[in-house]
């Protein structure tokens, strides 16, 4: 008897699945439309939070793959996918990229290539958000006016582990890994495997 209703709630609940990632993704479309987002086809598990400011662009290839929140990984950390992008500011994800409770908070510019990975709760920041001066900090208005902000770019088929934090200017190159939990403050070149806080080489991608 325990194994007839042990397969009973597993149907039940793989139907209540799937039709609970269609109702995601009509829902997805309405946010995307709402925030003028230009965008290709899509998958989502649960609902992304996405803010376009005005005079902002958010731009999203063909096969992009959402999972929001505890239903769409549950590893631990999670939220819904972030996509903020600031007035005058520019986010580009390519084709083929899957995202998972990931933030990407665009202040001026972040290129996210073809085939790229962003494991759970991966941050990407273009800006250090806040003014260096503790003095001018006193100052919303001027604190504001002072953040240092640079474009960030993940090369093709990049893949950024787990609850890592990628700053502003970085680049990654294309192939590359980056370990769970770094936090990356240069530049990694192609084909190299990095991790730490703060990321350091690993070593050569093999093959």
């Not at 001018?136 to 993940?154: L, Q, T």
């Not at 939990?181 to 240069?186: A, D, I, L, P």
């Amino acid at each position: 008897m325990k194994r007839y209703l042990s397969l009973a709630y597993k149907a039940l609940r793989r139907v209540w699945v799937v039709l609970d990632n269609k109702f995601d993704n009509v829902w997805c479309r309405w946010v995307f439309a709402r925030e003028n987002v230009r965008h290709g086809s899509f998958h989502t598990c649960g609902i992304p939070f996405v803010s376009v400011a005005r005079g902002g662009e958010c731009m999203l290839g063909d096969g992009l793959r959402l999972n929001n929140g505890l239903k769409g990984n549950p590893i631990g950390r999670t939220q819904p996918c972030i996509l903020f992008v600031d007035g005058g500011a520019r986010l580009s994800i390519g084709r083929n990229v899957g995202l998972s409770s990931t933030a990407l908070i665009a202040h001026f510019s972040i290129c996210i290539e073809d085939d790229v990975k962003l494991g759970g709760g991966v941050c990407v920041y273009d800006t250090d958000f806040h003014s260096l001066d503790p003095r001018i900090r006193r100052d919303p208005s001027a604190d504001r006016a002072d953040r240092v902000g640079k474009e960030v770019v993940i090369g093709r088929n990049a893949f950024v582990g787990a609850h890592s934090t990628i700053l502003k200017g970085v680049r990654i190159g294309a192939d590359s890994i980056v370990g769970a939990c770094s936090v990356v403050t240069k530049d990694i070149p192609p084909g190299e495997i990095w991790a730490g806080n703060p990321a350091k080489f690993i070593r050569r991608i093999e093959g």
